[in-house]
């Protein structure tokens, strides 16, 4: 399935936080996560629970929601299957490609490292995963 243009516009180049959400096992987990996004892929760098999960079960959501003073504007949830890369080259041109958006923002020291398991915190488990979309919806409030 191919992402909606209405949908890429909105999330292309935006930098808002994306939740991955995973379960193995019938546990769900969902954590908030930077993303970058191109051509019907969501990517993102981490570790820990999210990247473990992955490994176990390829099938994850993600969803992405624009606030303005906080309240909702809009919403969009996608599912897809995770691709694991730990190819060196890869996870840095990732890096390249995410980080920027995020860190010229003015973020607290948590936000500002990726938080507790995500690519900025320098762990050395972490990979890059690439959400291949295969449905999406935008819901506008």
């Known amino acids: ?54 490994r176990r079960n390829q099938r994850v959501a993600v969803s992405i929601e624009r606030l303005r003073e906080g309240d909702p504007v809009w919403m969009v949830a996608m599912q897809g299957t995770a691709e694991i890369v730990e190819d060196a080259g890869r996870i840095e041109a990732a890096r390249e490609r995410i980080f920027p958006k995020y860190r010229d923002r003015e973020t607290d020291s948590h936000e500002a490292d990726g938080g507790e398991d995500d690519a900025g915190s320098g762990g050395s488990s972490n990979a890059l995963i690439e959400v291949s979309i295969g449905s999406a919806t ?3 409030y």
């Open 138 to 140: 935008l819901q506008r």
């Open 1 to 54: 399935m191919s992402v909606p243009a209405e949908i890429e516009d909105l999330i292309a180049g935006a930098a808002l936080s994306a939740h991955l959400a995973t379960t193995v096992d019938d546990r769900p987990h969902v954590a908030p996560v930077w993303y970058g996004y191109d051509d019907g892929i969501v990517s993102t760098l981490t570790g820990g629970r999210k990247l473990e999960n992955c």
